[in-house]
Protein backbone atom coordinates (compact mmCIF):
# COMPACT_ATOMS: atom_id res chain seq x y z
CA UNK A 1 0.00 0.00 0.00
CA UNK A 2 1.50 3.45 -1.05
CA UNK A 3 0.04 6.20 1.03
CA UNK A 4 0.29 10.02 -0.68
CA UNK A 5 0.45 12.41 1.97
CA UNK A 6 1.77 12.68 5.94
CA UNK A 7 -0.54 14.61 7.50
CA UNK A 8 -3.18 13.91 9.98
CA UNK A 9 -5.40 11.69 7.68
CA UNK A 10 -2.34 9.49 5.95
CA UNK A 11 -0.33 9.01 9.44
CA UNK A 12 -3.42 7.67 10.59
CA UNK A 13 -3.74 5.49 8.08
CA UNK A 14 -0.11 4.55 8.18
CA UNK A 15 -0.53 3.97 11.33
CA UNK A 16 -4.08 1.68 11.44
CA UNK A 17 -2.95 -0.57 7.68
CA UNK A 18 0.55 -1.31 9.40
CA UNK A 19 -0.67 -2.08 12.92
CA UNK A 20 -3.13 -4.85 10.43
CA UNK A 21 -0.37 -6.40 8.87
CA UNK A 22 -0.14 -4.88 5.54
CA UNK A 23 2.95 -3.23 3.85
CA UNK A 24 3.35 0.44 4.00
CA UNK A 25 5.06 2.89 2.49
CA UNK A 26 4.52 6.41 3.17
CA UNK A 27 5.32 9.65 0.37
CA UNK A 28 5.22 12.69 1.70
CA UNK A 29 5.76 15.61 -0.83
CA UNK A 30 7.26 18.20 1.47
CA UNK A 31 10.46 17.93 4.13
CA UNK A 32 8.58 16.98 6.99
CA UNK A 33 5.31 14.95 7.51
CA UNK A 34 2.78 17.27 9.40
CA UNK A 35 3.85 20.53 7.02
CA UNK A 36 0.25 21.06 5.79
CA UNK A 37 -2.97 21.79 7.16
CA UNK A 38 -2.05 19.52 10.10
CA UNK A 39 0.67 21.92 11.40
CA UNK A 40 -1.72 25.07 11.68
CA UNK A 41 -4.30 22.91 14.18
CA UNK A 42 -5.12 24.44 17.36
CA UNK A 43 -5.77 20.74 18.16
CA UNK A 44 -8.97 21.23 19.93
CA UNK A 45 -11.29 18.58 20.23
CA UNK A 46 -14.97 19.84 20.95
CA UNK A 47 -17.86 17.43 20.59
CA UNK A 48 -20.31 20.10 20.52
CA UNK A 49 -19.16 21.98 17.66
CA UNK A 50 -20.74 24.67 15.81
CA UNK A 51 -23.48 27.42 16.80
CA UNK A 52 -26.01 25.22 18.13
CA UNK A 53 -23.77 23.17 20.15
CA UNK A 54 -24.49 19.84 18.56
CA UNK A 55 -22.62 16.59 18.89
CA UNK A 56 -20.33 15.83 15.67
CA UNK A 57 -20.76 12.78 13.34
CA UNK A 58 -20.69 9.62 15.56
CA UNK A 59 -19.54 11.45 18.53
CA UNK A 60 -19.03 8.44 20.76
CA UNK A 61 -17.14 6.70 18.89
CA UNK A 62 -14.97 9.42 17.73
CA UNK A 63 -13.69 10.33 20.91
CA UNK A 64 -13.32 6.53 21.45
CA UNK A 65 -10.72 6.11 18.42
CA UNK A 66 -8.93 9.49 19.06
CA UNK A 67 -8.39 7.83 22.46
CA UNK A 68 -7.33 4.69 21.17
CA UNK A 69 -5.23 5.74 18.25
CA UNK A 70 -3.01 7.79 20.97
CA UNK A 71 -2.96 4.81 23.69
CA UNK A 72 -1.94 2.36 20.89
CA UNK A 73 0.89 3.86 19.21
CA UNK A 74 1.62 4.95 22.97
CA UNK A 75 0.92 8.87 22.19
CA UNK A 76 -1.08 9.43 25.07
CA UNK A 77 0.17 12.77 26.03
CA UNK A 78 -0.62 14.13 23.07
CA UNK A 79 -4.49 14.75 23.72
CA UNK A 80 -5.38 15.77 27.15
CA UNK A 81 -9.33 15.07 27.60
CA UNK A 82 -9.71 18.83 29.82
CA UNK A 83 -12.95 19.81 28.72
CA UNK A 84 -14.09 22.60 26.56
CA UNK A 85 -15.21 25.88 27.84
CA UNK A 86 -17.85 27.51 25.31
CA UNK A 87 -18.48 31.32 27.00
CA UNK A 88 -21.77 32.39 25.05
CA UNK A 89 -21.41 35.19 22.80
CA UNK A 90 -25.14 37.12 23.47
CA UNK A 91 -27.90 36.51 25.24
CA UNK A 92 -29.41 34.72 22.72
CA UNK A 93 -26.45 32.07 22.48
CA UNK A 94 -27.17 31.32 26.00
CA UNK A 95 -30.40 29.90 25.48
CA UNK A 96 -29.40 27.80 22.76
CA UNK A 97 -26.49 26.50 24.84
CA UNK A 98 -28.82 26.06 27.36
CA UNK A 99 -30.47 23.76 25.57
CA UNK A 100 -28.00 22.10 24.36
CA UNK A 101 -27.04 20.86 27.95
CA UNK A 102 -30.36 20.34 28.72
CA UNK A 103 -30.53 17.92 25.49
CA UNK A 104 -27.15 16.13 26.54
CA UNK A 105 -26.91 16.31 29.82
CA UNK A 106 -24.43 13.38 29.30
CA UNK A 107 -21.89 15.64 27.73
CA UNK A 108 -22.51 19.27 28.62
CA UNK A 109 -24.19 21.59 31.69
CA UNK A 110 -25.03 25.08 31.44
CA UNK A 111 -23.16 27.54 33.62
CA UNK A 112 -24.76 30.72 34.55
CA UNK A 113 -22.56 33.83 34.79
CA UNK A 114 -22.15 33.80 38.46
CA UNK A 115 -20.92 30.16 38.40
CA UNK A 116 -18.92 30.38 35.49
CA UNK A 117 -17.30 33.05 36.96
CA UNK A 118 -16.22 31.41 40.00
CA UNK A 119 -15.24 28.13 38.14
CA UNK A 120 -12.81 30.41 35.56
CA UNK A 121 -11.92 33.24 37.02
CA UNK A 122 -9.43 34.07 33.80
CA UNK A 123 -12.27 33.99 31.22
CA UNK A 124 -15.03 36.55 30.47
CA UNK A 125 -18.09 34.99 30.58
CA UNK A 126 -20.89 37.68 30.88
CA UNK A 127 -23.44 35.72 29.35
CA UNK A 128 -22.72 32.49 31.10
CA UNK A 129 -20.82 29.58 29.37
CA UNK A 130 -21.24 25.80 28.57
CA UNK A 131 -19.29 23.03 30.07
CA UNK A 132 -18.45 20.18 27.71
CA UNK A 133 -16.58 17.21 29.19
CA UNK A 134 -14.81 14.91 26.68
CA UNK A 135 -13.21 16.82 24.49
CA UNK A 136 -9.87 18.91 25.03
CA UNK A 137 -6.65 19.44 23.31
CA UNK A 138 -4.03 17.72 21.06
CA UNK A 139 -1.02 18.23 20.19
CA UNK A 140 -1.17 17.17 16.05
CA UNK A 141 2.43 17.57 15.14
CA UNK A 142 3.44 14.95 17.97
CA UNK A 143 0.77 12.83 17.97
CA UNK A 144 1.74 12.51 14.03
CA UNK A 145 4.85 11.75 14.85
CA UNK A 146 4.31 9.26 17.39
CA UNK A 147 1.83 7.46 15.11
CA UNK A 148 4.42 7.83 12.16
CA UNK A 149 7.10 6.24 14.63
CA UNK A 150 4.78 4.05 15.69
CA UNK A 151 3.96 3.33 11.85
CA UNK A 152 7.68 2.08 11.46
CA UNK A 153 7.75 -0.11 14.57
CA UNK A 154 4.85 -2.35 12.02
CA UNK A 155 7.28 -2.23 8.75
CA UNK A 156 5.81 0.70 7.32
CA UNK A 157 8.46 3.00 5.65
CA UNK A 158 8.08 6.89 5.32
CA UNK A 159 9.89 9.24 2.73
CA UNK A 160 9.67 12.63 2.29
CA UNK A 161 10.30 15.19 -0.54
CA UNK A 162 8.73 12.36 -2.70
CA UNK A 163 5.47 13.69 -4.43
CA UNK A 164 2.75 11.66 -6.23
CA UNK A 165 2.17 13.44 -9.61
CA UNK A 166 -0.01 10.48 -11.51
CA UNK A 167 -0.45 6.83 -11.59
CA UNK A 168 -1.63 3.98 -13.65
CA UNK A 169 -3.41 1.13 -12.94
CA UNK A 170 -1.78 -1.94 -14.21
CA UNK A 171 -3.19 -5.32 -13.98
CA UNK A 172 -4.03 -6.15 -10.49
CA UNK A 173 -2.38 -3.28 -9.07
CA UNK A 174 -1.25 0.53 -9.45
CA UNK A 175 2.34 2.13 -10.75
CA UNK A 176 2.79 5.72 -8.86
CA UNK A 177 4.91 8.41 -10.31
CA UNK A 178 6.65 10.09 -7.63
CA UNK A 179 8.71 12.96 -8.75
CA UNK A 180 11.78 13.66 -5.79
CA UNK A 181 15.39 16.10 -6.07
CA UNK A 182 16.55 13.29 -7.98
CA UNK A 183 14.54 12.60 -10.53
CA UNK A 184 10.98 10.59 -11.47
CA UNK A 185 9.83 7.08 -10.46
CA UNK A 186 7.41 4.47 -10.91
CA UNK A 187 6.54 3.18 -8.15
CA UNK A 188 4.24 -0.41 -7.90
CA UNK A 189 1.98 -0.96 -5.43
CA UNK A 190 -1.15 -3.09 -4.51
CA UNK A 191 -3.04 0.31 -4.10
CA UNK A 192 -2.49 4.23 -3.73
CA UNK A 193 -4.28 5.67 -0.76
CA UNK A 194 -4.27 9.72 -1.30
CA UNK A 195 -4.52 11.47 1.50
CA UNK A 196 -3.07 14.88 -0.23
CA UNK A 197 -4.98 17.50 1.45
CA UNK A 198 -5.16 20.57 -0.96
CA UNK A 199 -2.63 18.57 -2.76
CA UNK A 200 -5.76 17.81 -4.32
CA UNK A 201 -5.35 20.76 -6.76
CA UNK A 202 -2.79 19.68 -8.31
CA UNK A 203 -3.74 16.34 -9.03
CA UNK A 204 -6.58 16.07 -12.04
CA UNK A 205 -8.12 12.78 -11.30
CA UNK A 206 -9.72 14.11 -8.07
CA UNK A 207 -11.42 17.29 -9.65
CA UNK A 208 -14.66 15.46 -9.76
CA UNK A 209 -14.69 15.46 -6.05
CA UNK A 210 -14.79 19.20 -6.33
CA UNK A 211 -12.91 19.60 -3.06
CA UNK A 212 -13.11 23.51 -1.56
CA UNK A 213 -10.38 25.12 0.46
CA UNK A 214 -10.80 27.83 4.01
CA UNK A 215 -7.70 29.72 4.69
CA UNK A 216 -6.77 29.59 8.20
CA UNK A 217 -3.79 30.98 10.40
CA UNK A 218 -3.42 29.89 13.92
CA UNK A 219 -1.07 31.65 16.33
CA UNK A 220 1.35 29.82 19.37
CA UNK A 221 1.33 32.58 22.26
CA UNK A 222 3.50 33.01 24.82
CA UNK A 223 1.01 33.28 27.86
CA UNK A 224 1.32 36.62 29.60
CA UNK A 225 2.14 37.01 33.10
CA UNK A 226 -1.42 37.10 34.33
CA UNK A 227 -2.28 33.60 33.36
CA UNK A 228 0.68 31.68 34.20
CA UNK A 229 -0.36 29.32 36.27
CA UNK A 230 -3.69 29.48 35.62
CA UNK A 231 -5.41 26.34 34.95
CA UNK A 232 -7.44 26.95 31.53
CA UNK A 233 -10.05 24.21 29.41
CA UNK A 234 -10.12 24.68 25.74
CA UNK A 235 -11.97 27.77 25.12
CA UNK A 236 -14.17 28.13 22.34
CA UNK A 237 -16.35 31.14 21.79
CA UNK A 238 -14.64 34.35 20.08
CA UNK A 239 -12.23 32.26 18.23
CA UNK A 240 -10.62 29.42 20.19
CA UNK A 241 -7.68 28.90 22.65
CA UNK A 242 -6.13 25.69 23.01
CA UNK A 243 -3.39 25.42 26.29
CA UNK A 244 -0.58 23.61 24.74
CA UNK A 245 1.88 20.68 26.67
CA UNK A 246 4.44 23.31 26.58
CA UNK A 247 2.11 25.83 28.40
CA UNK A 248 1.65 28.30 25.29
CA UNK A 249 -1.25 28.62 24.18
CA UNK A 250 -2.72 28.01 20.56
CA UNK A 251 -5.11 30.59 19.70
CA UNK A 252 -7.02 30.89 16.06
CA UNK A 253 -8.75 31.06 13.59
CA UNK A 254 -9.26 32.86 10.94
CA UNK A 255 -11.80 31.76 8.07
CA UNK A 256 -10.55 33.14 4.20
CA UNK A 257 -12.81 31.85 1.67
CA UNK A 258 -10.93 33.46 -0.75
CA UNK A 259 -6.95 33.51 0.20
CA UNK A 260 -4.57 34.04 -2.74
CA UNK A 261 -1.77 32.73 -0.54
CA UNK A 262 -1.40 30.60 2.44
CA UNK A 263 1.14 32.69 4.31
CA UNK A 264 0.27 33.92 8.00
CA UNK A 265 -0.39 37.48 7.49
CA UNK A 266 -0.93 40.34 10.02
CA UNK A 267 -3.94 41.34 9.43
CA UNK A 268 -5.07 37.75 10.57
CA UNK A 269 -2.66 37.61 13.51
CA UNK A 270 -4.67 40.97 15.13
CA UNK A 271 -8.01 39.43 13.82
CA UNK A 272 -7.18 36.82 16.15
CA UNK A 273 -5.49 38.50 18.60
CA UNK A 274 -8.60 40.73 18.83
CA UNK A 275 -11.00 37.66 19.23
CA UNK A 276 -9.69 35.92 21.75
CA UNK A 277 -8.82 38.93 23.81
CA UNK A 278 -12.44 39.33 24.58
CA UNK A 279 -12.56 35.39 25.82
CA UNK A 280 -9.20 35.96 28.39
CA UNK A 281 -8.43 39.81 28.38
CA UNK A 282 -4.45 39.83 29.22
CA UNK A 283 -4.27 37.90 25.29
CA UNK A 284 -4.33 41.65 23.48
CA UNK A 285 -0.89 41.71 24.65
CA UNK A 286 0.47 38.54 24.64
CA UNK A 287 3.90 38.19 22.72
CA UNK A 288 3.20 35.74 19.39
CA UNK A 289 5.98 32.79 19.11
CA UNK A 290 4.81 31.58 15.84
CA UNK A 291 2.18 32.14 13.65
CA UNK A 292 0.81 28.84 11.21
CA UNK A 293 -1.35 28.99 8.34
CA UNK A 294 -2.95 26.54 6.20
CA UNK A 295 -6.45 25.46 4.11
CA UNK A 296 -9.08 23.17 5.95
CA UNK A 297 -10.19 21.06 2.66
CA UNK A 298 -13.65 19.62 2.58
CA UNK A 299 -16.20 18.01 0.18
CA UNK A 300 -18.88 20.89 -1.12
CA UNK A 301 -21.62 21.69 1.25
CA UNK A 302 -20.38 19.12 3.67
CA UNK A 303 -18.34 19.32 7.44
CA UNK A 304 -17.38 15.92 6.76
CA UNK A 305 -14.66 14.00 5.26
CA UNK A 306 -14.00 11.83 1.90
CA UNK A 307 -12.64 8.15 2.03
CA UNK A 308 -13.22 5.81 -0.81
CA UNK A 309 -12.08 4.96 -4.53
CA UNK A 310 -11.88 7.09 -6.57
CA UNK A 311 -15.30 7.88 -8.05
CA UNK A 312 -15.27 7.50 -12.01
CA UNK A 313 -13.18 4.35 -11.96
CA UNK A 314 -14.66 0.96 -13.96
CA UNK A 315 -12.94 -2.04 -11.36
CA UNK A 316 -15.70 -4.19 -9.81
CA UNK A 317 -16.03 -3.49 -6.14
CA UNK A 318 -12.81 -4.30 -3.53
CA UNK A 319 -10.81 -4.36 -6.63
CA UNK A 320 -10.64 -0.28 -6.82
CA UNK A 321 -6.44 0.17 -6.71
CA UNK A 322 -6.92 4.26 -5.91
CA UNK A 323 -8.60 5.37 -2.97
CA UNK A 324 -8.48 8.98 -1.53
CA UNK A 325 -9.11 9.74 1.95
CA UNK A 326 -8.83 13.37 3.13
CA UNK A 327 -10.98 16.36 3.03
CA UNK A 328 -10.88 16.55 6.78
CA UNK A 329 -12.31 20.26 7.17
CA UNK A 330 -12.36 21.58 10.36
CA UNK A 331 -12.40 18.73 12.75
CA UNK A 332 -10.04 16.12 11.35
CA UNK A 333 -9.20 15.18 15.03
CA UNK A 334 -12.55 13.91 15.52
CA UNK A 335 -12.77 11.87 12.04
CA UNK A 336 -9.25 10.74 11.10
CA UNK A 337 -8.66 8.18 13.37
CA UNK A 338 -12.05 7.25 13.40
CA UNK A 339 -12.04 6.52 10.00
CA UNK A 340 -8.86 5.34 9.65
CA UNK A 341 -9.32 2.81 12.29
CA UNK A 342 -12.12 1.33 10.15
CA UNK A 343 -9.58 1.49 7.20
CA UNK A 344 -7.93 -1.93 6.83
CA UNK A 345 -11.48 -3.78 6.54
CA UNK A 346 -13.50 -1.18 4.60
CA UNK A 347 -10.57 -1.77 1.80
CA UNK A 348 -11.96 -4.93 1.04
CA UNK A 349 -15.59 -4.16 1.04
CA UNK A 350 -15.69 -0.50 0.17
CA UNK A 351 -19.52 -0.96 0.21
CA UNK A 352 -19.28 -0.76 3.71
CA UNK A 353 -18.31 2.89 3.97
CA UNK A 354 -20.76 5.49 5.65
CA UNK A 355 -22.70 7.11 3.16
CA UNK A 356 -22.38 10.14 4.70
CA UNK A 357 -18.73 9.83 4.76
CA UNK A 358 -17.82 8.15 0.61
CA UNK A 359 -16.12 9.97 -1.57
CA UNK A 360 -18.63 10.78 -4.72
CA UNK A 361 -18.26 13.19 -7.66
CA UNK A 362 -20.08 16.57 -7.02
C1 LIG B 1 -6.06 27.05 10.83
C2 LIG B 1 -6.57 25.67 11.04
C3 LIG B 1 -6.95 25.28 12.32
C4 LIG B 1 -7.44 23.99 12.53
N1 LIG B 1 -7.78 23.61 13.80
C5 LIG B 1 -8.25 22.37 14.02
C6 LIG B 1 -8.59 21.95 15.32
O1 LIG B 1 -8.45 22.69 16.28
N2 LIG B 1 -9.08 20.68 15.49
C7 LIG B 1 -9.24 19.82 14.44
O2 LIG B 1 -9.70 18.68 14.64
N3 LIG B 1 -8.90 20.20 13.19
C8 LIG B 1 -8.41 21.44 12.97
N4 LIG B 1 -8.09 21.82 11.70
C9 LIG B 1 -8.29 20.87 10.62
C10 LIG B 1 -7.15 19.90 10.54
O3 LIG B 1 -5.96 20.59 10.49
C11 LIG B 1 -7.32 19.09 9.29
O4 LIG B 1 -8.59 18.48 9.31
C12 LIG B 1 -6.27 18.00 9.16
O5 LIG B 1 -5.06 18.35 9.79
C13 LIG B 1 -6.03 17.71 7.69
O6 LIG B 1 -5.12 16.67 7.59
P1 LIG B 1 -4.77 16.06 6.16
O7 LIG B 1 -3.79 14.97 6.38
O8 LIG B 1 -6.02 15.73 5.40
O9 LIG B 1 -4.12 17.28 5.34
P2 LIG B 1 -2.69 17.97 5.51
O10 LIG B 1 -2.31 18.12 6.92
O11 LIG B 1 -2.72 19.19 4.66
O12 LIG B 1 -1.70 16.90 4.90
C14 LIG B 1 -1.58 16.63 3.54
C15 LIG B 1 -0.14 16.26 3.27
O13 LIG B 1 -0.02 15.76 1.96
C16 LIG B 1 1.18 16.27 1.39
N5 LIG B 1 0.99 16.21 -0.07
C17 LIG B 1 0.25 17.01 -0.85
N6 LIG B 1 0.27 16.60 -2.12
C18 LIG B 1 1.04 15.50 -2.14
C19 LIG B 1 1.45 14.60 -3.19
N7 LIG B 1 1.02 14.77 -4.43
N8 LIG B 1 2.30 13.57 -2.89
C20 LIG B 1 2.74 13.39 -1.60
N9 LIG B 1 2.36 14.22 -0.57
C21 LIG B 1 1.52 15.24 -0.85
C22 LIG B 1 1.28 17.67 1.95
O14 LIG B 1 2.60 18.15 1.89
C23 LIG B 1 0.81 17.46 3.38
O15 LIG B 1 1.85 17.14 4.27
C24 LIG B 1 -7.56 23.09 11.45
C25 LIG B 1 -7.18 23.48 10.17
C26 LIG B 1 -6.67 24.75 9.97
C27 LIG B 1 -6.24 25.15 8.59
Redesign the pocket.
Known amino acids: MLI????????CAAFCLSRSGRSVRL????GE??????????????PLMGRRARPTWRLADALDALRWITREAGAEATFDETGVLRPARSREQAGVFREAAGEHPDRARWLAPGAAAERFSAVETPHGALWIEGGGA?D?PALIDALLEAARRHGATVETG????GWQERGGGVAARVERAEGRADLPAGRLL??????HA??GALAPLDLRAV????LRLRRPPALEGEWLPVLSGNG?V?PQPDGTLRA???YEHDARHLRPTDEGRQYILGNVSQMLPPLAEAEVLEA??????SPPGSPLPALGPLPGGEANAGEERVWVF???????????PLLARALPSLLDAPARIPEAVRARAA
Open positions: AGGGLAGALEATPGAGASGAAAGSVNAVARVTLCVGLGALKGQTYVGSTRAGARVGALGSRGLLTA
